[in-house]
């Protein structure tokens, strides 16, 4: 059974950077597409980065050229890479298949706030 641990969160000054986390157990790695949503107070969960198993990568417009997305298929981890952080980007990140597949479970997310 797959499991998903997001990490990597925090608070952060606009214009900054985190690098999130998400390790994973189970057959997570053995989908194709892979990738981060998030979901801001009182908003619809959102994709916004995804990589397949060739390494082609596609973002949300609102992140894109801020955002890389890479996997470690050796290490089970797929990481967010985030510059340039804005106050629209605060949210719970997860990660999890793209398109979201029914019985792999959601993780319990990892918060990112950008403020000042």
């Known amino acids: 059974q797959v499991q998903l641990v997001e990490s990597g969160g925090g608070l952060v000054q606009p214009g900054g950077s985190l690098r999130l986390s998400c390790a994973a157990s189970?057959?997570?790695?053995?989908?194709?597409?892979l990738g981060w949503y998030r979901q801001a107070p009182g908003k619809e969960r959102e994709s916004v980065a995804v990589?397949?198993?060739?390494?082609?990568?596609n973002y949300a417009i609102s992140v894109k050229g801020r955002f890389t997305i890479t996997r470690d298929n050796a290490k089970n981890t797929l990481y967010l890479q985030m510059n340039n952080l804005k106050p629209e980007d605060t949210a719970v990140y997860y990660c999890?298949?793209?398109?979201?597949?029914?019985?792999?479970?959601w993780g319990q997310g990892t918060q990112v706030t950008v403020s000042s």
């Open positions: 999890n298949t793209v398109p979201k597949m029914p019985g792999i479970p």
């Open positions: 189970g057959s997570f790695f053995s989908f194709n597409g």
């Open positions: 990589i397949n198993k060739g390494g082609s990568t």
